[in-house]
């Protein structure tokens, strides 16, 4: 079938697919329109030429940026091909008429800009960032938009990035998979501050962002001290994955990126705050209460001291790495729907802002009217109370992209996303709503894990070199983070591994409050691994040893040690609970009922346990730091460093639940 049949064919289709204005945000997913075309023996190269009057300009442009024999042979690519008319008005944006007039560098970038080494089908996307950056090292993203038909109902179309709208979808070729767009995609060149700076919607955060003299930092961008050898970053190495090899593929360059999420105006006008002044006001109330033991230590004036409310205010706001998406906070939604047991407990993750000693929990609702991305939210679900005694708190909502659409909010250093309320570090977020175990996924403790897109990624492990927060001894030893999959012994499908003679520290997320808390560490012992001896304290040169190192060799269910007898053994909730305060006085506790490997909960599993690695009173306004040191000699040990729990004795002295 001929490109410009196959369009009449889409739009035939797809005019059928109608719905009303009301159901429209519901029927978006199921009534997707797609194509599905097998090109055998055609390579992208060979799609793009049996159709020169709708690609010649793009195959101009693929040519000039040497890319055009890759994709005229093997490989694995998805192709997101504009048409001459989208190529026409893009060079018209520019007051140029023709592709010969582009710039050498313009070519590259809107060649690197429209191609994903890997194939991602639209029908297996859900809407959010591809799992995958593209050649320009940019996330893409999807969404859903929808247009008026000639009898006034409204049909679907897919969106990448918001503005350019896919004609054909899912057009199968031997090297991958082409998508045709109608329209160049856009990638900007600015940085964040200049982004957010220029949204007519966000002048009074605008204003504050600029007051407190963040302008230097939201314009870091490449980390150009950062090398890794072409060989690494294309060829990998092999790591030895519970017995299985597999390859491990550097991140080739470091990036600083960031998140911001921002109040637009008329939030802040909804709450009494209509200019600058009135935001100043209200931190130096907020933050003043939060913080009384700096009160009358910074300048009133004084927007840039970092204990000022003012900076605190927008600097909770600020996330060190790269969120393309509401949807990309926590984990997949296959993960979700796979891992998570939902009446138990929300996704969530724990993220350190660009205020000092501050954290942020970012959890996901998957049904109800509620449905979305939350930040600082207490309860499971919808409606559910999650402790006795603590009332439900709504938290602040990330707004989708698709409510979003028409906002340019990607910048070349990041991101920055809408918020429906004012966030806050206060009394009541640092004292009582994050007053709760924090159960922290170790794929996010470093922004080059979120920045890079290794977290979460379906289709290779990442490799890094001393990524932030993290320093190591040796370089006798490979990191990398583990492919997400739906069927894995990990919490959130994925995981930070270690392999070698590792001896490396890292800087633990801060606590919210003074105050006596347990140190946790996810523990999944096998024959492959070491044994590991643990340190903490507040500085790199002061650390403690705790307590005898943990053999990694052995499961749970096979140490003595440990004490691990399966709940069904135990028979009634008694001994149930009498076991769990045993093995927590031995300085373990079994697994999570709220996470599955796919099929069963972890605190079934004998291979699983948490180790509590210290106990201890830790303040909220230090850093402190966990150093992890192989003792065993065994340069192919390996080490499953799954997640990490903060947990509050106010917790764990009460009959701590069992998820």
């Known amino acids: 079938m001929s490109f410009l049949r196959k369009i009449k064919s889409l739009t035939l289709v797809t005019g059928l697919v109608t719905f009303a204005v009301l159901a429209l945000e519901g029927c978006f997913k199921e009534q997707a329109p797609a194509t599905y075309y097998t090109f055998t023996g055609n390579t992208v190269a ?86 995958q950056v593209n050649l320009n090292d940019r996330f893409l993203s999807l969404t859903y938009d ?64 600029n007051l407190v003299g963040l302008e230097d930092s939201l314009k870091e961008w490449k980390d150009e001290t950062y090398h890794i050898s072409s060989d690494s970053v294309d060829e990998g190495v092999v790591g030895q994955g519970g017995g299985t090899d597999y390859h491990v593929y550097y991140w080739g360059s470091r990036k600083t990126n960031f998140t911001i999420l921002a109040e637009p105006d008329s939030i802040f006008k909804a709450n009494g705050i209509n200019n600058i002044d009135d935001l100043i006001k209200f931190a130096k109330q907020v933050y003043d209460e939060s913080y009384p033991g700096y009160v009358g230590t910074y300048g009133e004036d004084d927007y840039r001291d970092r204990r000022h409310p003012l900076n605190r205010f927008v600097s909770y706001h600020i996330l060190p790495f790269a969120v393309p998406t509401s949807f990309d906070f926590n984990c997949r939604e296959d993960i979700i729907k796979s891992r998570c047991v939902l009446q138990y407990i929300d996704p969530e993750d724990y993220f350190e802002t660009y205020m000092p000693h501050s954290i942020m929990r970012v959890s996901t609702v998957t049904d109800g009217s509620v449905a979305g991305t939350y930040v600082n939210r207490r309860g499971i679900g919808p409606n559910t109370i999650e402790f006795e005694g603590r009332a439900n708190h709504r938290g602040v909502r990330v707004m989708t992209a698709s409510e979003m659409r028409g906002v340019d909010n990607e910048a070349c250093n990041g991101y920055y996303h809408y918020i429906d309320d004012i966030l806050l570090y206060d009394d009541l977020t640092r004292n009582d709503i994050l007053n709760r175990r924090m159960r922290i996924d170790c794929c996010t403790l470093s922004p080059d894990f979120m920045t890079s897109g290794a977290r979460q990624l379906s289709t290779r492990n990442t490799g890094f070199k001393q990524p932030k927060n993290f320093h190591s001894y040796t370089d006798d030893y490979i990191m990398w983070v583990r492919t997400a999959v739906t069927s894995n012994w990990s919490y959130q499908g994925d995981g930070l591994d270690l392999q070698g003679n590792y001896d490396l520290y890292l800087k633990l997320p801060p606590v919210p409050f003074d105050g006596t808390w347990e140190l946790r560490l996810s523990y999944r012992g096998y024959e492959g691994c070491g044994i590991v001896q643990n340190y903490v304290g507040d500085s790199p040169y002061t650390l403690q040893p705790c307590g005898i190192p943990t053999d990694l060799t052995l499961s749970a269910i096979d140490n003595p040690n440990i004490g691990w007898v399966s709940d069904e053994e135990l028979g009634d909730e008694d001994a149930i609970r009498a076991l769990d305060k045993s ?65 509050p004795k106010s917790v764990y002295d009460n009959l701590e639940d069992t998820h």
């Open 583 to 647: 093995m927590h006085n031995r300085g373990y506790m079994k697994g999570p009922d709220s996470h599955t490997n796919g099929s069963d909960a972890f605190r079934t599993l004998g291979t699983m346990a948490r180790r509590i690695i210290t106990t201890d009173y830790f303040y909220a306004d230090q850093d402190y730091y966990l150093r992890m040191k192989l003792v065993l000699d065994n340069p192919k040990a390996e080490m499953n460093f799954d997640y990490m729990e903060w947990c």
């Open 46 to 131: 060979d799609y793009l030429e049996a159709s020169p009057e709708v690609f010649s300009d793009f195959i101009t442009i693929l040519k000039r940026a040497k890319t055009w024999g890759e994709l005229d042979t093997y490989g694995d690519y998805t192709c997101f091909a504009p048409t001459n008319d989208a190529i026409a008005a893009f060079l018209k944006s520019k007051n140029l008429s023709s592709v010969e007039e582009l710039p050498t560098a313009d070519c590259d970038t809107l060649t690197w800009t429209h191609l994903i080494r890997n194939t991602f089908f639209i029908a297996d996307q859900s809407e959010g960032s591809f799992p």
């Open 146 to 209: 929808s247009v008026p038909t000639e009898n006034g109902r409204y049909r679907l179309r897919y969106c990448i990035n918001k503005s350019s709208h896919l004609l054909v979808v899912d057009d199968t070729v031997q090297n991958g998979v082409v998508h045709v767009v109608d329209s160049v995609i856009k990638v900007s060149g600015d940085y964040i501050y200049d982004v957010v700076k220029n949204d007519p919607r966000l002048s009074i955060f605008a204003t504050a962002l």
